[in-house]
């Protein structure tokens, strides 16, 4: 009932202010259009849309089709696509992992107990464990002095320490931690989330690694933290006192556990592996103005399937702002609204692995980037409660166009905004082009994880952020803006 009057209160707001705000063009964006595309993104065929694989290639084509049919001309020299290299880690069958302790063995479930990580190893191995902390080694703080790790098989928390030694930062590459555990003789890593933070984080699938060498033959995984006390069940300890211990006095705590972990994971890794961002343009009407660009963008890409046992949807992340970009081309398209600014609308390759098909893109874009009037980014728009537009300190009379649309037809972004760009906003705002980065409150329950299904989607908020983007775009794109000064 409440939803009920909210709608019924957000129409007749939308009447009021018809005369103010040029909302022709709105009927063409629906949640069933919108849920439509994100179905078959998030759909098993598509594995998971892991940058560089078939999924991936059959998304980029789906999408690619797509512009064509709206006659969108190609970005790129007669070509919708933007070809890169990337590395690839193709997870093939047996995903096992198991606990094998008083002459007995559990095997877990993946996607559930354990996922591997993204950039995982192959091997099959079956060893002890030892508890290393952290997984730090230096002169002021080593996980690993007095234990032997040779051999072994250690477990180490994913997340850095909410502490500093002498001022230092530590270093958030997990490859440079996995490097450390490989450099002492250790054959696999095990991570696990603290179990003392706010919200501990179980355990998902992730191609974000960080610097460093790939480790071809060198297993690494995130397990429950369940999964972890289950391992430590008899030493005295649980994963909540060993942190807790760490933590207090600032030293290590490592021990080697009186238990075992069997480990077999097949994996074909690819150093170069293409992939490509997918970018279609409605060229502007004026003869000045079409020489300046609205950059509207979303990353099609995940983090794709392990083996024939799980794949990860992603119908939150980020088939919901792929198909947002979509549904505003077809709208410019179908209402007629003629910009007099050009619009690129991109879908990118590479965001889960660090941004690498945004940043390609903004330092290869097709024009001087002083002609970049603004950039949108969608990302995590079908599910929440609420509408945040981001980048309003680093960019505020972009953000308060946004602010004013939404306050005389959409009625639901909140205040709340922030500096910086964020996801695949980062490179643009980096090189002082305005930005906003359109997302949910309360967007991640199901960020990356297997449940990440179309059918969790709110279909009206997601309607609602994509048409809050589109009257956004349409006043920006009109010459009703002139790009400010940004604030860093």
């Known amino acids: 009932m409440k939803k009920i009057i909210i709608l019924i209160l957000f129409i007749f707001t939308e009447a009021i202010y018809a005369n103010s705000v040029d909302t022709s063009g709105l009927y063409c964006i629906t949640g069933g259009a919108l849920i439509e595309t994100v179905k078959h993104l998030a759909s098993e065929k598509l594995q998971g849309r892991l940058s560089g694989s078939p999924g991936f290639y059959q998304s980029a084509e789906y999408m ?51 996922i591997f990580r993204g950039f995982t190893g192959s091997g099959n191995i079956k060893a002890p464990v030892v508890f290393c902390g952290y997984g730090f080694s230096a002169d002021d703080y080593d996980d690993y002095a007095g234990v032997d790790v040779k051999g072994k098989i250690v477990l180490i928390f994913k997340q850095l320490p909410a502490w500093r030694i002498n001022d230092k930062d530590w270093n958030n590459s997990l490859r440079y931690r996995e490097k450390i555990a490989f450099d002492h003789g250790a054959i696999a890593t095990l991570l696990v989330s603290k179990p003392n933070d706010k919200s501990p984080q179980k355990p998902i699938g992730s191609v974000l690694e960080g610097e460093g060498e790939m480790l071809l033959d060198y297993p690494h995984l995130q397990i429950d933290i369940s999964v972890a006390d289950e391992f430590l069940f008899g030493s005295g300890f649980t994963l909540k006192d060993l942190q807790t211990a760490i933590d207090s006095i600032r030293k290590p705590k490592s021990f080697e556990i009186n238990s075992a972990a069997e480990v077999e994971i097949n994996a074909v890794y690819e150093k170069d592996r ?8 409605i060229e502007g009407s004026d003869p000045v103005l079409k020489n300046e660009y609205l950059i509207i963008g979303a990353h099609l890409d995940h983090v794709g399937a392990q083996g024939e046992e799980i794949y990860f949807p992603g119908a939150n992340d980020n088939a919901s702002g792929s198909s947002a970009v979509l549904q505003i081309a077809r709208a410019f398209v179908k209402s007629g609204f ?52 981001g980048n309003g300190k680093s960019a505020p ?12 037809c959409i009625g639901l972004m909140v205040e709340r905004t922030w500096n910086g760009g964020g996801a695949d906003a980062q490179e643009f705002h980096n090189k002082k082009i305005p930005c906003l980065y359109f997302v949910t409150t309360n967007s991640y329950d199901h960020l990356h994880l297997t449940t990440d299904k179309t059918e969790t989607l709110n279909l009206w908020l997601f309607e609602r952020i994509t048409k809050l983007a589109f009257l956004t775009a349409k006043e920006v794109a009109g010459g009703n803006y002139k790009r400010e000064i940004v604030k860093q």
Request: hydrophobic letters at 35%; glycine letters at 6%; proline letters at 3%.
């Open 397 to 408: 009379d972009l953000w308060g166009i946004a602010k004013n649309i939404n306050d005389k």
């Open 338 to 389: 003629k910009p007099s600014r050009s619009i690129v609308f991109v879908l990118f390759s590479n965001e889960e692995s660090g941004l690498h098909g945004s940043t390609f893109f903004c330092n290869n874009f097709i024009a001087p980037l002083e002609k970049v009037t603004a950039m949108f980014n969608l990302d995590c728009i079908g599910y929440g409660d609420s509408i945040q537009v």
């Open 64 to 114: 690619k089709n797509e512009f064509k049919k709206l006659n969108l001309k190609p970005l790129f020299e007669n070509d919708y696509y933007q070809y890169f290299n990337t590395e690839y880690n193709d997870i093939k069958c047996p995903c096992r992992f198991s606990l094998l302790k008083n002459n007995t063995k559990k095997e877990y479930k993946i996607g559930k107990d354990y």
């Open 274 to 281: 293409k992939t490509m961002n997918t970018a279609g343009i």
